[in-house]
């Protein structure tokens, strides 16, 4: 069995370190939507639970004031101040305002760590755009080396697979002009120069070449043109 080549490897894991950044975008996506989904609902119940104990509270403290005051003498009414309800009042929008502060921090704690993951996300982004330039870079050096007839072969196989038909040697040489004998030779030095090429066999044990779909993925036969133009 033959050895893949660096190229191929590094296609491979490329393609597994996009599968695993989607996935990872998609669940954060899940995260941040239900987080808001919470926080609007905790909003709503604090509020709705807020509210009918302000309306409970006065009525409970002014039937107490008016108690008091009716077993005072009349001097010492007049100089109560009603200052129960004021303290009933304060007491209740400490309350909201503590509930409030805390929801509040616990949403920007959260929102924070979306943040980090978002930053990391990013990160595995540049690197795998790193990783696809060093790729790139790496393809134009090898198709720099091979000469115009292997580059010949090399895009007959190609544009043949674009269009969903599979390159044996025999249909080569009818689209080449050049013999079956000299595109196997071709094919070799193409294979030892580094550059990706497949070579399978059908059950009638005839050859059949193609390009493998990670570098048609990042590669399209113009590009792979210009980076050899380079």
Do not use: C
Not at 144 to 169: A, H, R, V
Request: charged fraction near 30%.
């Amino acid at each position: 069995m033959e050895k893949e080549s660096p190229i191929k490897e590094a296609f491979k894991k490329i393609k597994r370190d996009i599968f695993t950044l989607q996935s990872q975008i998609h669940s954060l996506t899940r995260e941040i939507h239900e987080l808001k989904r919470t926080l609007r609902q905790t909003d709503n119940q604090t509020d709705t639970k807020t509210q009918p104990q302000n309306t409970q509270t006065q009525p409970e403290i002014r039937q107490t004031d008016r108690q008091t005051d009716e077993s005072k003498p009349v001097p010492e009414r007049l100089k109560t101040k009603n200052l129960p309800i004021s303290t009933g009042n304060d007491g209740v929008q400490t309350d909201r305002q503590t509930i409030r502060q805390t929801d509040r921090q616990t949403q920007e704690v959260r929102l924070n760590r979306g943040e980090t993951d978002k930053i990391t996300d990013i990160e595995k982004v540049s690197e795998i755009l790193n990783s696809l330039d060093t790729i790139k870079k790496d393809l134009r050096q090898k198709f720099k080396k091979i000469t115009p007839q292997e580059m010949l072969i090399f895009s007959t196989i190609y544009q043949l697979q674009e269009k969903g038909i599979n390159s044996s040697y025999s249909l080569l040489s009818q689209k080449t002009g050049l013999s079956e004998s000299v595109i196997r030779d071709y094919v070799q030095k193409l294979i030892k120069k580094g550059i990706p090429l497949d070579k399978s066999k059908e059950a009638n044990k005839k050859v059949i070449l193609s390009i493998p779909q990670d570098l048609q993925k990042i590669a399209s036969l113009s590009t792979i043109i210009a980076l050899r133009e380079l």
